[in-house]
Antibody
Framework: EVQLVESGGGLVQPGGSLRLSCSAS????????MHWVRQAPGKGLEYVLA????????YYADSVKGRFTISRDNSKNTLYLQMSSLRAEDTAVYYC??????????????WGQGTLVTVSS | QSALTQPRSVSGSPGQSVTISCTGT?????????VSWYQQHPGKAPKLMIY???KRPSGVPDRFSGSKSGNTASLTISGLQAEDEADYYC??????????FGTGTKVTVL
């Protein structure tokens, strides 16, 4: 059974930094692209970042470009999201999402349970 | 890319059918047969219900079906059941990595 478990969320002050992790099990992690999708409280889903299976290709939405970094360690079956210069509008549940393809397929087949990031003073 | 447009809410009685629309542009929905749909219950993670416009993953009931015409995709739930009450989001491939989500639709079972 595929499991994606996010961790690292919490309360952070505006301008601060945070690193999220997503641990994968039940899947050959190194074979699949991965994504981060976020959802602000009471709002819809927002596609934010992506990384190919070998980490060679990445995508950043304009809303996080220059502030967030996506990376992965295939030896540890773990996806990371380094967040800096955080703003109130970054407050959201962050979901780790698996792609069915190595580069970037056309849908998301497994989602983690999400981790809440709250940016507030 | 702008979010795909979905109705804010739809409702139906148990056993009835409801259809949710998802309207985009020729750069996303209309340009590719890669629309997917996700169900989200309150406080839970989204779950894949339909992919590639009309394909159902293993374990998804066949009362869920998808279709597309032009720039609009649709999700139909036939034989509505109480457990179908949830938020539903469409998502479209838009070339390379960017994916575009819909605005979300709340399905209420009366």
């Amino acid at each position: 059974e595929v499991q994606l478990v996010e961790s690292g969320g919490g309360l952070v002050q505006p301008g601060g930094s945070l690193r999220l992790s997503c641990s994968a099990s039940g899947v050959t992690f190194s074979s699949y692209a991965m994504h981060w999708v976020r959802q602000a409280p009471g709002k819809g889903l927002e596609y934010v970042l992506a990384i190919s299976s070998n980490g060679g290709s990445t995508y950043y939405a304009d809303s996080v470009k220059g502030r967030f970094t996506i990376s992965r360690d295939n030896s540890k079956n773990t996806l990371y999201l380094q967040m800096s210069s955080l703003r109130a509008e970054d407050t959201a549940v962050y979901y780790c999402v698996k792609d069915p393809d190595w580069y970037g397929g056309y849908y998301f087949d497994y989602w983690g349970q999400g981790t809440l990031v709250t940016v507030s003073s | 890319q702008s979010a795909l447009t979905q109705p804010r809410s739809v409702s139906g009685s148990p056993g009835q059918s409801v259809t949710i629309s998802c309207t985009g542009t020729s750069s996303d929905v209309g340009g590719y047969n890669y629309v997917s749909w996700y169900q989200q219950h309150p406080g839970k993670a989204p779950k894949l219900m339909i992919y590639d416009v009309s394909k159902r993953p293993s374990g998804v009931p066949d009362r869920f079906s998808g279709s597309k015409s032009g720039n609009t995709a649709s999700l139909t739930i036939s034989g509505l059941q109480a457990e179908d009450e949830a938020d539903y989001y469409c998502c479209s491939y838009a070339g390379s990595y960017p994916r575009v989500f819909g605005t979300g639709t709340k399905v209420t079972v009366l």
